[in-house]
């Protein structure tokens, strides 16, 4: 079946850093990928998708590559805000209807 | 518009008591889910109907769990009777028909917050 494994969290960076989320996963055929983001108190909303191989997600500065030959989706952005505070999930969806999603990662930054 | 709406989104009860949980879709989606979050599981799909029919109930846990589609603008979750273990933050989202067919983004509510004593 389709699973998605995403970096352990929680991750804490101070402000402007470098942040990259790993996300790699496992699935049949050619499955869309995303990335969604729950800000505290809220539900999950769509941050990015790809949905073919080499295709390229981006919004709010951050970026996500469809890599096909490594089965990931890693999230990157080059210099984090103390805003970008959140949880972010990976998820797939493939052949069914259905989104499978990662366990989430807890990003906190710091000023 | 007004986005996915869900009520009431916090709710309080005790063991064995029957909890109904609401959702009204953003006008004109076709597809309608419902989740679960805890700490422990991490996000769950429960079930989710298309066009108002239930197309996949595999997630729902046990019986004690019910839901229905009466129209295209309301659905509710039913748990009946409840237990401390199904606190969690329920969430309702819908989507679009995507161009290829199947569900398009899922635009989630902002949840209920469900804590059973």
Same mark, same amino acid.
């Given at each position: ?48 998708? &790809? ?16 890599? @096909? ?12 805000? =103390? ?7 990976? &998820? ?17 930054? %710091?000023? | 518009? &007004?986005? =996915? %709406? ?12 029957? =909890?109904?949980?609401?959702? @009204? ?29 239930? %197309? ?6 046990? *019986?004690?769990?019910? &839901? ?17 273990? *199904? ?28 804590? =059973?004593?």
């Amino acid at each position: 079946g389709n699973s998605v494994t995403q970096m352990e969290g929680p991750v804490t960076l101070s402000e402007e850093a470098f942040l990259t989320i790993n996300c790699t996963y496992t699935a049949t055929g050619y499955p869309s990928l995303f990335w969604y983001v729950q800000y505290p108190g809220e539900g999950l909303q769509l941050l990015l998708k &790809a949905t073919k191989a080499d295709d390229k997600g981006s919004n709010k500065g951050f970026e996500a590559t469809y890599r @096909k030959e490594t089965t990931s989706f890693h999230l990157e952005k080059g210099s984090v805000q =103390v805003s970008d505070s959140a949880v972010y999930f990976c &998820a797939l969806k493939g052949g069914n209807e259905k989104l499978t999603f990662g366990t989430g990662t807890r990003l906190t930054i %710091i000023p | 518009d &007004a986005g =996915v %709406i869900q009520s009431p989104r916090h709710e309080v009860t005790e063991m064995g008591q029957e =909890v109904t949980l609401r959702c @009204k879709p953003i006008s004109g989606h076709d597809y309608l889910f419902w989740y679960r979050q805890t700490m422990m599981r991490g996000l769950e799909l429960l079930i989710y109907f298309n066009n108002n029919v239930p %197309i996949d109930d595999s997630g729902m846990p046990e *019986d004690r769990f019910s &839901a229905k589609m009466p129209n295209a603008s309301f659905s509710t979750l039913k748990i009946q009777p409840s237990e401390p273990r *199904d606190s969690a933050v329920y969430f309702c989202a819908s989507s679009l028909v995507w161009a290829s067919g199947g569900p398009d983004e899922q635009f989630f509510g902002p949840g209920t917050r469900l804590t =059973v004593l």
